[in-house]
């Protein structure tokens, strides 16, 4: 299991550490905000696009070829920038890194889920989830100084070693998982099963959170400058969120191994959880923005490993690659879709009210659910005292 928990650190370390410390470099062509925005995007558009596909090619002809395929390209990918060191190779090795970690992120998942029994599937998805919080949480500290001592050909080189260092690792441990066979499926198959609740409920919570982590990440130390913090203060309430996260993975996921927690309640109390922490974020000075990173980080790593292990317990073994690339694909979009979300109401408004219409939108789904089950519940009774 080790390999793949330094895959999940490789796709999260990659993502964060660069695009943390790209802006401020305008001798490494990053020259404007318009290029910068455009190198962030190139890595998140890659995956949006292709992570479904390659869970699928994982399914057909293995996870583990398409793990090692996407971790040596991942390489070649920061290699080629190093070698080059253009304004054009830098971007066309964002991109690369992109597609790679569509291939190794979701085929690493699959992996978990094959190499352990469903009664272990919480544990494993929160081991998996807490070493790519490390790796988000480190990016951007290891990154600045790899950038501080030799600029961005030295990130990329060391990223580049990482890629070799991990595909090397994954090709002796990894045991080969041959896959399996499965029926003909139509699209329509695929609709259905994509549009099924299994799918549907954790992959949104996936969403959910991710949209409250990518807020909290870019917005938090926003709300902090506002109120008179030092970078310093601001950077440690994001590593305050990165930590909780980190921290609350495994135990989650062995509470749901052991009985302690199900996937609904969990799913449930993590997202209202995370909007207790948006919410937070409304409150002046130190105090609320330490609150709103603890409470997010907390919310969202009880959502993360619960929601795999959901995912992988409703879905055929054969199909779990495309189920992954699927969830990754909704959690881009949180990605991308909660910045977005939050940064227009605060052009209307102010960040405060961008928090709250975020916060709103998390706490409506388990609000929904509750009266749901509420109308269900009073149905029955009618219908048995009836």
């Known amino acids: 299991m080790?390999?793949?928990?330094?895959?999940?650190?490789?796709?999260?370390?990659?993502?964060?550490?660069?695009?943390?410390?790209?802006g401020g470099h305008s001798d490494d062509a990053v020259t404007s905000l318009l290029v910068l925005g455009g190198l962030l995007a190139l890595y998140d558009g890659a995956e949006v696009v292709l992570k479904p596909l390659f869970g699928t090619l994982a399914d057909r002809i293995g996870a583990r070829p398409v793990l090692l395929g996407g971790l040596v390209a991942f390489a070649v990918a920061s290699a080629a920038y190093v070698v080059a060191d253009s304004p054009g190779w830098l971007w066309a090795?964002?991109?690369?890194?992109g597609a790679a970690a569509s291939a190794f992120s979701p085929s690493a998942s699959a992996?978990?889920?094959?190499?352990?029994?469903?009664?272990?599937?919480?544990?494993?998805?929160?081991?998996?989830?807490?070493?790519?919080?490390i790796g988000y949480t480190l990016g951007p500290l290891l990154g600045g100084l790899l950038v501080w001592a030799g600029g961005l050909r030295l990130l990329f080189t060391v990223l580049a070693v990482l890629g070799v260092a991990v595909a090397l690792w994954a090709a002796l441990a990894v045991p080969r998982v041959p896959p399996l066979p499965k029926r003909r499926q139509t699209v329509l198959d695929l609709g259905r099963r994509l549009a099924d609740p299994a799918f549907l409920r954790p992959t949104a919570a996936l969403a959910a959170a991710t949209a409250a982590l990518s807020v909290g990440v870019g917005f938090l130390p926003v709300s902090g400058a506002a109120a008179g913090l030092g970078t310093v203060a601001t950077g440690a309430a994001v590593s305050v969120l990165a930590a909780c996260a980190a921290v609350v993975q495994p135990r989650a996921g062995r509470a749901l191994d052991a009985g302690r927690l199900t996937a609904r309640t969990g799913l449930t109390a993590g997202l209202l959880t995370t909007a207790a922490g948006l919410a937070a974020a409304m409150l002046p000075g130190l105090a609320?923005?330490?609150?709103?990173?603890?409470?997010?980080?907390?919310g969202t790593g009880l959502i993360t490993p619960l929601g795999f292990a959901s995912l992988a317990a409703a879905t055929p073994a054969e199909r779990l690659g495309q189920t992954m690339g699927s969830a990754e694909l909704g959690r881009e979009l949180g990605d991308a879709g909660g910045p977005l979300l939050v940064a227009a109401v605060a052009s209307l408004a102010t960040l405060t009210y961008g928090y709250a219409?975020?916060?709103?939108?998390?706490?409506?789904?388990?609000?929904?659910?509750?009266?749901?089950r509420a109308v269900r519940t009073d149905d029955r009774r009618v219908q048995r005292d009836g």
Do not use: D
């Not at 080790?2 to 410390?21: Q, R, S, V």
């Not at 090795?93 to 890194?97: D, N, S, Y």
């Open 93 to 97: 090795a964002r991109l690369g890194q």
């Open 2 to 22: 080790w390999p793949l928990y330094a895959a999940g650190f490789t796709t999260a370390f990659g993502a964060h550490g660069i695009a943390a410390n790209l």
């Open 111 to 133: 992996l978990v889920a094959r190499l352990n029994p469903a009664a272990k599937h919480g544990r494993a998805f929160g081991s998996y989830g807490f070493h790519k919080s």
């Open 357 to 372: 219409a975020l916060a709103l939108l998390l706490a409506a789904g388990p609000a929904l659910a509750l009266a749901a």
């Open 288 to 298: 609320g923005v330490l609150a709103a990173a603890a409470l997010i980080g907390t």
